[in-house]
């Protein structure tokens, strides 16, 4: 930072704090979007189609419509048009997701997918809509849907948009062929991963309220900037005229970063009734509407010296889409700089099938790359009869191989020799079935992680009162990552406030405006506009006290101000005042400091990622193959960490995220309804107590000011990634079998002959 006094800020960040709105959560008072209480609210219940691919002939609501407590039907007959998004989408808006997508707002009777919505019932409580919704009935004129990803590979196309607004959707550079013509030891292989599913704890759940024109909704969303966008473009309202609020958020994890069908539904149900209405998605509901990973097919070739020296990677995706839009899963985009490779062709495809648009899925593209890299990486280090430690630091990127860059920060190397110290890697013999511990096989296995560190333009205000109390406000997001406990941290230690004096506020557009809290940047983005913000308030306070003449500070440099514990004193003298005596003498106006902070030309200069090394230990019955992770350590470097308390938590979430995608996650479609088979968390798993071991979780020594004026680099998703391509790899040491294609499950660990 530039101003002369900020060397000396607090202590508070950087200490593994406990989360400022523990207490609220855990007493129940923190409140979740279904459960904010609104008068006269009424409740609405999505009718879904029952096929995946043809049109709804005929709707009979009547039975619906005659039941007691009944307010509406809304079916594409009855549902007023949405001129506005008519003209936007002839005028060839669209928008890109996730703020932007094509919705099913009852505007047609086109179906493209199996529980899509095709009406919505609202009633005067939850029970009766319910009822309401099972007994319309719908004719459909069916066509046969295409589902199984097998069968539809052949028709996949190349993704031509740039990935995330920015990046090309194909690379190459070198000569790939050339690279295999040196190459001693080559690896030719298909990754699969299946389509998965966000299965937060909870569901998306959307209040709309109109006052005249103007509609408040609560929605559960990381993006409420986003979402007012989609609401006043889609019905044609102006911006100011939607307030979108998101206190609590009980796990995201890119599933609530798009306005969403419902959304929009209950903004449109509660026009249509005249009052409040709820419509909360159940769990069934969570599978198709509101996207989730796509089912992606990696054809990954390597090429390699029989030193290791890399000769040629290439790598191709075709991932999954719906019939309506484009989305991709960026697989290859890790690829393009993870390694020194001289010969290196990445490329993504579309493969369109009659499921709900996939969108975000916790390190959307990395998680699903990543696997596919570092398992090929661990099949190469095999064919050569190398270490796959030593494998990876024969190519470690000096720079940036794809841009040329410097990287802002790299510790990876320190990441590999943490973890693998920890991990006691040096006990790995590298044979596979060569381990052993009673009846169970033993494997270990290794992978990098790695994951971008961006940030986006953001906004904050930091207001200090006389009573002594700070309010940050940033309509940013905690979706239980922590948001709330490190903004705090960040304004106490600027103010030089104690932090249990400060609140912080965030999801509600009334508030300065931030990002989607996503892609792992709100502490990179949100983080750095509070520090600004609450920098700024310092100095007036400061300036406040110096050019004051009752003030004992009156005259002192501003550089030798101190405020420690809400009190200004002048460095080397003992005498000062409280920031509350401060103020009182100031007619009790409160101190505000405003900021807004985004990235500048760093961005040209550096290539900045976060990177880390994930060891992990399997377990597998050699009779029934089954297969259970009993030791993880994650060694990180990911910049300043702000509380190592709330950063492990979300390393260890991301790690756990991934024992998921390796052995259980799987949306398991009918091909013939296409109809989602596990639509519930009994079927579709996910790790419970029992399947997560403990983690370690060590830090690399990092502060990256190249990134951000805090320093920090983002946590969300990193821990997630390389994690399937470790057990697999784990998998591999214990057995001898090499499952390519997730989860890997007993069957396919029985199948390969354990
Ligand atoms: Mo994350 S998948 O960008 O919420």
Not at 96 to 102: A, K, N, Q, V
Not at 390 to 397: F, H, M, T, V
Not at 472 to 477: D, I
Not at 664 to 686: C, F, K, L, Q
Request: net charge negative; aromatic share 6%.
């Amino acid at each position: 930072m530039t101003t002369p006094n900020s060397e000396r800020v607090g202590d508070v960040v950087g200490k593994p704090i406990n989360r400022v709105d523990g207490k609220l959560k855990v007493t129940g008072a923190a409140r979740y979007t279904a459960e904010i209480p609104v008068a006269h609210l009424t409740h609405a219940v999505i009718v879904q189609s029952q096929i995946a691919r043809g049109m709804v002939e005929r709707l009979d609501t009547s039975a619906a419509e005659q039941l007691d407590g009944v307010l509406a039907v809304m079916t594409p007959d009855n549902t007023p048009k949405l001129e506005s998004l008519a003209k936007f989408a002839r005028e060839g808006g669209k928008g890109p997701p996730p703020t932007g997508r094509s919705l099913s707002l009852l505007q047609d009777n086109l179906v493209h997918y199996n529980g899509q919505p095709i009406a919505l019932v609202i009633a005067e409580n939850f029970e009766v809509a319910m009822h309401a919704a099972s007994l319309v009935r719908a004719t459909y004129r069916a066509d046969i849907p295409v589902v199984d990803m097998a069968l539809a590979l052949p028709s996949a196309f190349p993704y031509t948009q740039k990935i995330f607004g920015s990046l090309p959707p194909q690379t190459l550079r070198g000569d790939i062929q050339a690279g295999l013509a040196a190459a001693d030891a080559r690896i030719d292989e298909v990754y699969t991963t299946p389509m998965e599913t966000h299965n937060p704890m909870e569901m998306h759940a959307t209040i709309a309220a109109w006052d005249g024109d103007r509609v408040t909704l609560w929605d559960s969303t990381q993006n409420v900037y986003g979402v007012r966008g989609v609401v006043a473009r889609t019905l044609g309202i102006p911006p100011e005229h939607v307030r979108v609020l998101s206190h609590f958020i009980g796990g995201a994890f890119g599933g609530k970063g798009s306005a969403w069908s419902h959304v929009l539904l209950a903004a449109m149900a509660a026009r249509q009734v005249g009052r409040p209405v709820k419509l909360a998605l159940t769990r069934r509901q969570m599978f198709g509407p509101v996207g989730g990973r796509p089912h992606t097919v990696q054809y990954l070739t390597l090429g390699a010296k029989r030193d290791g020296t890399f000769t040629t990677i290439r790598h191709d995706t075709k991932a999954s889409t719906s019939t309506f839009e484009d989305w991709i899963e960026p697989a290859g985009l890790v690829t393009r700089t993870l390694y020194e490779c001289a010969n290196v062709e990445t490329n993504h495809h579309l493969v369109r099938l009659n499921v709900g648009t996939p969108t975000f899925m916790r390190a959307p593209g990395e998680a699903s790359g990543t696997f596919a890299l570092e398992s090929a990486i661990d099949e190469l280090a095999y064919a050569l009869d190398m270490d796959p430690i030593a494998l990876r630091l024969k190519n470690y990127a000096d720079a940036d191989p794809e841009s040329g860059k410097p990287w802002s920060s790299k510790s990876l190397e320190a990441c590999y020799a943490l973890g693998a110290e920890r991990f006691d890697w040096s006990r790995r013999n590298p044979k596979p079935r060569s381990m052993r511990e009673g009846d169970w096989l033993v494997g270990m296995g290794m992978a990098t992680a790695t994951y971008p560190a961006r940030r986006a333009p953001a906004s904050a205000e930091v207001c200090i009162y006389p009573d002594g109390r700070v309010v940050v406000k940033a309509a940013s997001h905690d979706l239980g990552t922590g948001t709330y406990t490190v903004l705090a941290q960040l304004a106490a230690d600027a103010t030089g406030m104690p932090i249990q004096h400060v609140t912080v506020e965030l999801g509600d557009t009334n508030l300065p405006p931030n990002p989607i809290s996503a892609g792992s940047m709100t502490v990179a983005s949100t983080g750095s506009a509070v520090h600004l913000a609450a920098m700024a308030a310092r100095n007036k306070l400061v300036e406040l006290a110096v050019s004051d003449p009752d003030s004992p500070l009156h005259g002192a440099r501003h550089e030798d101000i101190l405020i420690e514990e809400g009190c200004l004193t002048s460095r080397g003298s003992e005498c000062g005042e409280s920031v509350q005596t401060l103020l009182a003498r100031h007619g009790g106006q409160a101190i505000d400091g405003k900021a807004e902070a985004k990235p500048g030309d760093e961005t040209q200069q550096y290539s900045m990622h976060s990177f880390g090394a994930v060891f992990v230990e399997v377990r597998v019955d050699p009779d029934f193959g089954t297969i259970r992770v009993s030791k993880v350590v994650g060694a990180y470097g990911v910049g300043r960490v702000l509380n190592p308390k709330t950063a492990r938590s979300q390393l260890i979430g991301g790690i756990t995220y991934g024992i998921g995608m390796a052995l259980m996650e799987h949306t398991v479609t009918d091909p013939r309804s296409g109809r989602y088979v596990n639509a519930d968390i009994a079927e579709y798993h996910i790790p419970v107590h029992a399947d997560v071991p403990p983690m370690e979780i060590l830090f690399a020594d990092e502060r990256d000011e190249r990134v951000d004026p805090i320093g920090a680099k983002g946590i969300g998703e990193i821990g997630m990634t390389g994690v399937a391509a470790a057990i697999a790899n784990a998998a591999f040491h214990a057995t001898g079998a090499r499952v390519r294609n997730l989860p890997i499950t007993l069957d396919k660990l029985l199948e390969s002959k354990v």
